[in-house]
């Protein structure tokens, strides 16, 4: 995917933020200029931001920002520009599609801990105060450590999950009511008007939202006096895009960070540079694709086509040895699909899968032998290039699971490659004669595989 080029952007000079960022190019001419890759704009109107937000993709400001001293405002754009450079807003998305419940609140602090320390050696710019990465590890982690070693150890994904200690949601219940008065004037004790004060000063926590452990209380204190910045558009990329996207800022970073050298905005290499993954869909048709190839082999019927082009003549009228030719292996390649129903898969992720497999065998004109069970065969079908049942199939869940009978019932078929679908909790006594990818969700990414490849489903 080809990028557009900064001059792309039409609004990059018009916008409240321009001084900042030329500020910013000026002290740090190459990682400065990641701020000329994002969108700005401003925004009036009654939602409109106190002071600065980014999206993932473009940063927004409110009226207040221009009664900002500048270097406030460019300590401001830096640390919005490396939230959108660090991918911040989409890995909340996908944290959040990977283990559901992600305290958005609690995400943007320790995000804001790790720009925040990043930025903190330059003197030319103000922060205005925000939390600090080894501050926030020393209060809630009892981690004591200088800037540069804490930056290079935590990522922001690790550091949310080490800080998320929140318990259940507390129950949906009304406030117990009592018929007497709590004023002095009804006789009421100062032990329970005290009580009264402290319960009203209390922080009511939403019916639906969990209540926050040591940790995650502490690191909310932290943050509490830096506003929320990060409002992630609620749209999810393709995951080829989303890691392009990252493959793209994680160069720029890099390349900036080198031209800059001592002058560079990042303190330190980060270990909360965006990850550059192959998708597991790339994977899947690059290995299913040279499996299920149509190998030539060696055919002593036919000769071959110098032997046919020299007429099996060779200098001087002389007879040529026999130069056997080739053909094709097999008339039809055949892809076995084994699916453990004991297990449990997303709707969603079966999907992608079936629409997948469904590709790959129509493009190489593969057959496809779907095998469902748990503990034994239930069900075998067969179907033509391009067509399957994944989707109809519906997983049980939490039942014994045996691989064996799977892969022995698909080895009968003789399947030129296989790809098992499964959490990975069973036994597999079995290996058979044709190569194995076992393709695993997200969840069960760590689980080891007895055999062959594992792919991991995210």
Same mark, same amino acid.
């Given at each position: ?29 190459? #990682? ?20 600065? #937000? ?20 460019? &300590? ?29 609140? @609690?995400?943007?602090?320790? *995000? ?14 103000? @922060? &205005? ?13 009892? /981690? ?12 922001? %994904? ?29 006789? $009421? ?6 009580? *009264? ?5 209390? =922080? ?33 990329? =393709? ?26 905005? @990042? ?10 993954? $192959?998708?597991? %869909? ?81 493009? +190489?004109?593969?057959? #496809? ?31 014994? $699971? ?14 030129? /490659? ?10 597999? %006594? ?16 760590? +689980? ?6 594992? !792919?991991? !489903?995210?």
């Amino acid at each position: 995917m080809q990028s557009e080029p900064p001059a792309a952007h039409g609004s990059v000079y018009s916008h409240r933020g321009t001084r900042a960022v030329q500020r910013l190019v000026e002290y740090a001419p190459c #990682t400065g200029s990641l701020a000329l890759w994002v969108r700005h704009r401003d925004l009036d109107g009654p939602e409109t931001p106190l002071v600065a #937000t980014n999206d993932g993709t473009t940063i927004s400001y409110g009226p207040a920002f221009e009664r900002l001293p500048l270097a406030l405002q460019t &300590g401001l754009v830096a640390h919005e520009v490396l939230h959108v450079a660090l991918r911040h807003a989409p890995r909340y998305l996908e944290l959040r599609h990977q283990i559901g419940d992600v305290d958005l609140e @609690l995400f943007n602090v320790c *995000a804001d801990a790790i720009v925040n320390s990043a930025l903190s050696h330059l003197s030319w710019l103000d @922060l &205005g105060g925000g939390v600090l990465l080894e501050d926030l590890l020393a209060a809630t982690l009892n /981690i004591r450590q200088d800037a540069g070693k804490s930056l290079l150890e935590w990522d922001l %994904e690790r550091l949310y999950r080490a800080l998320d200690d929140r318990g259940p949601s507390p129950r949906q219940s009304a406030p117990r009511s009592s018929s007497r008065r709590t004023d002095q004037g009804q006789g $009421t004790s100062p032990s329970a008007q005290g009580k *009264a004060e402290q319960d009203q000063a209390a =922080p009511v926590v939403p019916p639906d939202r969990r209540r926050d452990g040591p940790r995650a209380a502490r690191a909310r204190a932290l943050g509490r006096p830096g506003l929320p910045d990060l409002v992630p558009a609620d749209v999810v990329s =393709p995951p080829e895009v989303e890691i392009e996207r990252s493959r793209e800022w994680r160069e720029r970073i890099l390349r900036g960070h080198a031209g800059d050298g001592a002058h560079s905005m @990042l303190r330190e290499l980060l270990a909360d540079l965006p990850k550059v993954r $192959t998708p597991w %869909e790339q994977i899947l048709r690059t290995r299913l694709a040279h499996g299920l190839s149509l190998r030539p082999s060696i055919s002593w019927s036919r000769p071959s086509r110098s032997y046919i082009a020299n007429r099996g003549r060779m200098g001087g009228g002389r007879r040529m040895p026999w130069e056997p030719g080739f053909s094709a292996s097999k008339a039809v390649a055949r892809l076995a699909v084994m699916v453990d129903v004991s297990g449990s898969i997303e709707t969603r992720l079966l999907d992608r899968f079936a629409r997948e497999i469904e590709a790959i065998t129509r493009r +190489m004109e593969a057959e #496809t032998l779907v095998v469902v069970g748990d503990d034994r065969v239930r069900q075998v079908d067969v179907f033509e290039p391009g067509r399957s049942n994944l989707r109809d199939i519906r997983f049980q869940g939490g039942g014994g $699971t045996d691989f064996s009978p799977l892969l022995m019932e698909a080895e009968c078929w003789r399947p030129d /490659i296989g790809v098992f679908l499964t959490d990975l909790d069973g036994p597999a %006594e079995h290996r058979p004669a044709f190569p194995i990818l076992w393709a695993v969700p997200s969840a069960q990414g760590a +689980m080891p595989h007895p055999f062959g490849r594992k !792919l991991v !489903l995210d």
